[in-house]
Structure formats: structure tokens, C-alpha cells
């Protein structure tokens, strides 16, 4: 397994980790009340800033372990990366799009915020799983 390729993984786990524990939290602090009226912010903050920081400690222990000849990128690393980024960010501006419209139309800032967020763990699950099935499989380039 090529470094890059160990990165898509640790991105999958952390991003899945990180939102399954955000929506966690929010749904037992909202209890029987409106989600909209259940307090976020600090949690979002802390939960992707505790992704980023679980995020590099993962790279800095598993990049302890790969030999040196596996962290060197070729090619066809710098592709299937291109082709990840390409998939993943379309969820960001599905995202963007979204939350801006909701802007427009005066929703509640807690949905703004969680569609924007949703969007972020979208487009790095599936630019990180595009990654992943590229190596695996193959990818056909253009």
C-alpha cells in the first residue's frame, strides 16, 4: 500500500469518526427539543479541530512505519490525487450552493452550519473513497 493511498484510508476514518461523534452529541444534547435550538458551534469547532489533530498524529504514526521507497509519489499518485480532489470538491460546491440558498431564504444558522459541514465530510469521503477505489481498481485517465 503506497503512502497516498494510506492516506486516503486515514481520511475516511477520521472523517467518519469525526462526524459520527458531532451528530452524536448533538442529537443527545437536543433531546426533545428543536435541533435548531440545540447549541453547535462549540462542538463543531472541537470536532474538526480534533479531526485535524487525530488526523496528523495518524499520518505521523503510520508514516513511522511505511519504508522509505513507499513515500515517494510518482505519476500516477499525482493523478489518482487530482481525480479525488475533482470528485470530492463537487460536494463542496453542492454545499456552498445549498447553504447559500438557505441563507437567501433565512434559515436558522444551525442548518446553514451543518450543511456547509456536511458538505466538507461529503467531499472528503468521497474524494478519499475515489482515491481508494483508483487504487484498488485502477482509474482510466482523460
Not at 488526523?55 to 513511522?64: E, K, M, N, T, Y
Not at 456536511?118 to 482515491?131: D, E, I, M
Amino acid at each position: 500500500m503506497s503512502s497516498e493511498e494510506r492516506r486516503a484510508w486515514i481520511m475516511v476514518l477520521v472523517t467518519t469518526c469525526a462526524y459520527a461523534i458531532y451528530a452524536t452529541l448533538i442529537l443527545r444534547r437536543a433531546g426533545d427539543a428543536p435541533l435548531a435550538d440545540t447549541p453547535y458551534a462549540a462542538t463543531l469547532l472541537w470536532t474538526i479541530g480534533g479531526a485535524i489533530v487525530a488526523s496528523i498524529v495518524l499520518h505521523i504514526l503510520f508514516g513511522g512505519v511505511v519504508p522509505k521507497g513507499a513515500r515517494r509519489t510518482d505519476e500516477r499518485d499525482k493523478e489518482i490525487n487530482r481525480l479525488g480532489e475533482h470528485i470530492g470538491s463537487s460536494f463542496v460546491i453542492l454545499g456552498g450552493v445549498t447553504a447559500m440558498g438557505m441563507a437567501m431564504l433565512k434559515w436558522d444558522h444551525f442548518w446553514i452550519a451543518n450543511v456547509i459541514y456536511l458538505a466538507f465530510v461529503l467531499s472528503s469521503l468521497l474524494g478519499s473513497t475515489a482515491k481508494i477505489v483508483a487504487y484498488r481498481r485502477g482509474f482510466q485517465s482523460w
